[in-house]
């Protein structure tokens, strides 16, 4: 039998705001053990939430970026259950009107485009950690990450494999990032992953029972689970088994998900909407403020990168895969106003450099007003192709323009033909089997001879002059 | 001296006829005194308030002084308090010492008010006798056989016994009123959101605020200057600018329309409430005040709503109690579950498991939109009623409880009767209006009897001008018990 | 409408609250009485009335994202049950 895998994904997006999302307490990430957990964190007698209006901006700009509804009256509510890293023995969270619903983001796998709907996204507080570290046989509880803002974005089940849902994740993770709402830090949570997977057989229109993947911090966590699961699920339901709706942990040693004991006992979160909170009202003058002030979206950028520099599809998307990386090629490209030079330079290379050197863009050496000054050289026939490339060299390591480079190497292009028709002249009288080759209608000698003279000038002869020059001699 | 109002207190402090020290000293006697026959006050620190009064003389020998600088009060003991055990009346929070302030604890602290000690209540404010406290009963000083009514039960009785001239109190489903009412003292809860509740340890956050309770009427206004105000850290607090509570006390109550709701005199009134509330309407009458006969048609259905809502909001507001951070933890538990089974088995009283449970029970899955969502939209009716009636009056008028403080112990074992008998309080904290309860007269068995003012929206001043209108022509709020 | 023995059990555990198994049936049969007394609102009929969620029908007021609370943690585990190394203790989790 043939499966169809059906994935739906919950990301948790941690906010990037400096306080908590209801406490004047700092969001830092890694300080000592609950020294960021104030009385509300720690849920005290008589301590009262109050929202964050970062979070509430933050939240609407993604919604935005993902053409969803914004809800202009929202409800936080509670869900309610005991664990001993949620202090108040509830999650202050959204239920039946969450800030943002529906929307959709457009994913490429491969050549494809694919339109991945967006359920609904709400605003929550995460709950903070339990250390598992032997304490004479007892948790620690620290609650620093308590009442850390969160974006839980939830999409349709849309994805028919792991390769659809990592580019989802990777998409939604760069849109964040790109934003500005979330730094996209996985290694320290700030961007979690639960995966909902099933398997049916192809062609049937019900969905398969749904096993949900919790705490997926990398992509490639991310893609071994699903993988592993829907192995686990196929050979479960082909030897005559049954999927159990359950949550499954994944466990990167092993490589394998296994069922979450302790979250067995059925829940009863018994939402209700929290009687602290009155409902967010979200005026349209605000959502414009928000609109205004957000950045040109990566989708609409590599459109206009496409239109505007004449750029193929591959080098815009490559170009607007960071905020960062596609400011500095639009930096480079109107300080040269060459637009394809400069996605042939910034894709080229200076992605390799920096792959090279395993550094980002915005860490690069050579800024994007020097790699523009050589652009220009190259455009005004200063220095040649081959020029620029030992230009760029040097530049990288220095903090020199490539003006002072040139001058200083003496590496200006001869573009004085006098100069040239002296070299040439060499070039001719010292190569003489060449030449004949050429009279004789092998036009590939002339390509020989125009090396001959970029060798003799040390590559400062201008190529196109050289061979105009050569042309007009030997025919002559 | 010691049945001085607050008023008079401070004009006595300001003409330095007595020190702050020497003034909380004669209280801080008063209380040792009685509190042993009374169990009005959960924790008293003679010390520590001393220390307050010797700083409020250093203020008032500064020249700093305000109005109520010096002057002593009590402190129900659901105010968070720096420093003081803070136990809602909860073995849960026996040993909890506060290591913040609420902001009514902090306005009171601003004004210089002394604090004398933290009194008694029903626990987590969860009863009407002040009998569901961990400490055990507070006793009504006119008969200490009789409940002093409850939540607000210690507050009450240290203002009727003068072991305080003011105290602090919150009202949830009539915690302030119907205390008030059985101890013959005026008791004042705010319109919703008057108040800030931050601080105030939660029973049900969309009902709960706080109040005051004095002699007076006057004296009350006085108190809510001090505890009224916007804070940004309730997100419920009201964003007002803010208002003299005394300026209306002596307008004339010609014209006033006063409404009484034929429901609040039907069946299941008490004659002993029955004629004293009749005699306080003729009063007013003869004040000025027209009598308005009005409806509340839901006021019976706000018994099961409240009792589901309340419990509702109770049951998850009570849910930080899990032995982890502060207070109660069981001694010995097998696993982590059967550590909060116990903990909370042992840290709370039968009527607050009783609540959590019906409340656990309304939200669950299933069962929410018979209970909880059906509750809210009798809410919705009952207040409505409210907005109707208020076209055609400005204050209500009525009983503030069916009978005068039962016997300790009679309904002990029957949670349900308790919840019957809040019937003409709880429609007030549903719709969230101000309430009042002023003395008015007493039953046959010499227990007080309170008239219970209703105002609209914010217009607490409107009902101070009644109450206090009413108290300049007579004299209930000055008859003493004696102990 | 009537508790059974096993709906009162399974309140108890959802609400964390201990009861021994003698007692479940005294407890439920005061958490009765109270239901019945509850019922009386089903009688009402309340359809197209907008549920009354709180006293206020205004918008939440919202912060500004600025760090305002100190640590204050030594003052805050000097009252933990118990607590060690900056961390609350309980016992082990299993996951």
């Given at each position: ?30 300080a000592e053990p609950n020294t960021q957990a104030s009385a509300v964190e720690l849920a005290y007698p008589g301590v009262l939430p109050v929202l964050n209006r970062a979070a509430v901006s933050r939240a609407i700009r993604l919604g935005l970026a993902l053409g969803s509804n914004i809800n202009r009256k929202n409800v936080f509510a509670r869900k309610n259950y005991f664990y001993p890293d949620l202090p108040k023995g509830y999650q202050i969270s959204q239920m039946d009107l969450p800030i943002v619903e529906g929307g959709h983001l457009t994913i490429q796998v491969g050549d494809e485009e694919k339109r991945i709907r967006v359920t609904r996204a709400h605003l929550e507080e995460d709950a903070g950690k339990s250390l598992h570290e032997d304490f004479h046989g007892m948790t620690g509880i620290d609650l620093n990450r308590a009442g850390t803002p969160l974006l839980e974005v939830v999409s349709e089940p849309d994805m028919r494999s792991g390769e659809e849902a990592v580019a989802y994740a990777r998409t939604l993770h760069s849109l964040v990032t790109w934003l500005g709402i979330c730094d996209g830090n996985m290694q320290e949570g700030s961007f979690r992953v639960d995966a909902n997977v099933s398997v049916r057989p192809f062609g049937q229109a019900e969905f398969g029972t749904r096993c949900e993947i919790k705490n997926l911090n990398s992509f490639r966590f991310l893609e071994a689970a699903i993988q592993y699961e829907v192995q686990r699920q196929t050979e479960l339901i082909e030897d005559g088994g049954r999927v159990v709706q359950e949550t499954r942990l994944y466990d990167p040693d092993r490589g394998e998900t296994r069922s979450m004991r302790s979250k067995e006992d059925a829940h009863d979160y018994r939402y209700f909407p929290d009687p602290d909170l009155l409902p967010v009202r979200i005026s349209e003058a605000q ?190 | ?483 | ?95």
């Amino acid at each position: 039998m043939k499966w169809e895998v059906v994935i739906g994904l919950e990301v948790h997006v941690q906010l990037s705001t400096v306080s908590k999302i209801f406490s004047g307490a700092s969001t830092a990430f890694g300080a000592e053990p609950n020294t960021q957990a104030s009385a509300v964190e720690l849920a005290y007698p008589g301590v009262l939430p109050v929202l964050n209006r970062a979070a509430v901006s933050r939240a609407i700009r993604l919604g935005l970026a993902l053409g969803s509804n914004i809800n202009r009256k929202n409800v936080f509510a509670r869900k309610n259950y005991f664990y001993p890293d949620l202090p108040k023995g509830y999650q202050i969270s959204q239920m039946d009107l969450p800030i943002v619903e529906g929307g959709h983001l457009t994913i490429q796998v491969g050549d494809e485009e694919k339109r991945i709907r967006v359920t609904r996204a709400h605003l929550e507080e995460d709950a903070g950690k339990s250390l598992h570290e032997d304490f004479h046989g007892m948790t620690g509880i620290d609650l620093n990450r308590a009442g850390t803002p969160l974006l839980e974005v939830v999409s349709e089940p849309d994805m028919r494999s792991g390769e659809e849902a990592v580019a989802y994740a990777r998409t939604l993770h760069s849109l964040v990032t790109w934003l500005g709402i979330c730094d996209g830090n996985m290694q320290e949570g700030s961007f979690r992953v639960d995966a909902n997977v099933s398997v049916r057989p192809f062609g049937q229109a019900e969905f398969g029972t749904r096993c949900e993947i919790k705490n997926l911090n990398s992509f490639r966590f991310l893609e071994a689970a699903i993988q592993y699961e829907v192995q686990r699920q196929t050979e479960l339901i082909e030897d005559g088994g049954r999927v159990v709706q359950e949550t499954r942990l994944y466990d990167p040693d092993r490589g394998e998900t296994r069922s979450m004991r302790s979250k067995e006992d059925a829940h009863d979160y018994r939402y209700f909407p929290d009687p602290d909170l009155l409902p967010v009202r979200i005026s349209e003058a605000q959502i414009e403020a928000e609109r205004i002030a957000m950045p040109e979206l990566p989708s609409a950028m590599k459109g206009r990168f496409m239109s505007e520099y004449g750029l193929s599809a591959y080098d815009a998307d490559l170009l607007t895969s960071s905020r960062e990386l596609a400011a500095y090629f639009e930096e480079v490209a109107r300080a040269s106003g060459q637009g394809k030079l400069a996605a042939n330079w910034v894709a080229g290379e200076i992605a390799a450099r920096l792959n090279r050197a395993g550094l980002s863009i915005a860490a690069c050496p050579l800024d994007a007003g020097r790699l523009a000054g050589l652009l220009a050289r190259l455009v005004d026939n200063t220095i040649s192709g081959k020029i620029a490339k030992d230009v760029f060299e040097l530049m990288w390591e220095s903090a020199d323009s490539a003006d002072a480079i040139i001058e200083a190497k003496g590496l200006r292009q001869i573009t004085d033909s006098g100069a040239i028709e002296s070299i040439v002249d060499e070039v001719i009288a010292a190569n003489a089997r060449s030449v004949e080759e050429f009279r004789a209608g092998k036009e590939k000698a002339l390509n020989a001879l125009v090396g001959q003279v970029m060798k003799a000038s040390k590559g400062k002869a201008n190529p196109a002059q050289a061979l105009e020059i050569l042309k007009k001699k030997l025919t002559a | 001296m010691i049945n001085s109002t607050l008023k008079a207190l401070s004009q006595q402090l300001a003409a330095k006829a007595i020190s702050s020290e020497e003034l909380a000293g004669l209280y801080l006697d008063r209380i040792e005194a009685a509190n042993p026959l009374l169990n009005a006050f959960i924790t008293v620190d003679r010390e520590r308030s001393l220390q307050l009064a010797r700083a409020a003389d250093a203020v008032r020998a500064r020249g700093e002084a305000g109005l109520l600088t010096g002057v002593p009060v009590a402190h129900k003991d659901i105010f968070c308090q720096q420093g003081w055990k803070t136990s809602c009346g909860s073995r849960m929070l026996d040993n909890f010492i506060s290591p913040y302030d609420a902001h009514v604890i902090e306005r009171c602290a601003q004004a210089g008010l002394v604090t004398l000690g933290r009194t008694n209540m029903d626990e987590f404010a969860m009863g009407s006798s002040t009998e569901n406290s961990w400490y055990g009963p507070a006793r009504n000083p006119w008969d200490r056989n009789a409940i002093p009514g409850g939540s607000s039960g210690g507050s009450a009785v240290a203002v009727a016994a003068r072991l305080a001239p003011a105290a602090t109190a919150t009202d949830t489903g009539g915690s302030i009123r119907q205390p008030a009412s059985h101890c013959g003292i005026t008791g004042l809860k705010p319109t919703y959101g008057v108040v800030s509740r931050y601080g105030m340890v939660a029973f049900a956050s969309s009902l709960d605020q706080g109040g005051v309770m004095a002699q007076t009427a006057e004296d009350c206004a006085l108190m809510l200057n001090t505890i009224a105000g916007f804070d940004e850290r309730d997100s419920t607090s009201v964003e007002r600018t803010g208002e003299d509570y005394t300026r209306k006390l002596g307008d004339s109550l010609a014209g006033l329309r006063v409404g009484l709701p034929r429901e609040y005199f039907a069946d299941g009134l008490s004659a002993d409430v029955a004629r004293v509330v009749e005699a306080a309407v003729a009063e007013l009458k003869k004040l000025g005040a027209e009598v308005v006969d009005i409806s509340l048609p839901n006021t019976e259905l706000s018994i099961p709503a409240y009792y589901v809502i309340a419990p509702a909001e109770a049951s998850t507001n009570l849910s930080r109690y899990d032995g982890v951070r502060y207070g109660h933890r069981a001694a010995e538990y097998r696993d982590l579950v059967d550590m909060y089974e116990r903990t909370r088995a042992e840290g709370f009283g039968r009527e607050v498991k009783r609540r959590i449970m019906v409340g656990t029970y309304v939200l669950s899955h299933g069962y929410y939109d018979a209970y909880y969502l059906k509750a809210q939209k009798i809410r919705r009716l009952v207040s409505d009623d409210f907005k109707a009636a208020f076209e055609s009056c400005d204050v209500i008028l009525g009983p503030v409880a069916p009978t005068a403080a039962f016997d300790l112990g009679a309904n002990a074992d029957d949670p349900l009767q308790m919840y019957l008998s809040d019937i003409y309080t709880l429609s007030v904290n549903l719709a969230g209006l101000p309430g009042m309860s002023v003395p008015a007269g007493f039953a046959a068995n010499g227990r007080p009897i309170g008239l219970q003012i209703i105002g609209n929206y914010f217009d607490e001043a409107r009902m101070l001008n009644v109450a206090h209108r009413f108290q300049q022509a007579t004299d209930w709020h000055r008859r003493v018990p004696a102990l | 409408m009537s508790l059974t023995h096993q709906d009162v059990a399974r309140i108890a555990k959802l609400a964390r609250i201990n009861v021994s198994d003698d007692e479940i049936d005294a407890v439920g049969a005061q958490l009765n009485t109270i239901f019945d007394m509850i019922a009386k609102m089903q009688a009402i009929d309340t359809d197209g009335v907008e549920p009354m969620t709180h006293p206020q029908d205004s918008a939440l007021r919202l912060r500004e994202d600025i760090v305002t609370e100190p640590d204050r943690r030594d003052a805050f585990m000097a009252i933990a049950p118990q607590a060690e190394a900056g961390l609350f203790l309980v016992p082990k989790v299993i996951e």
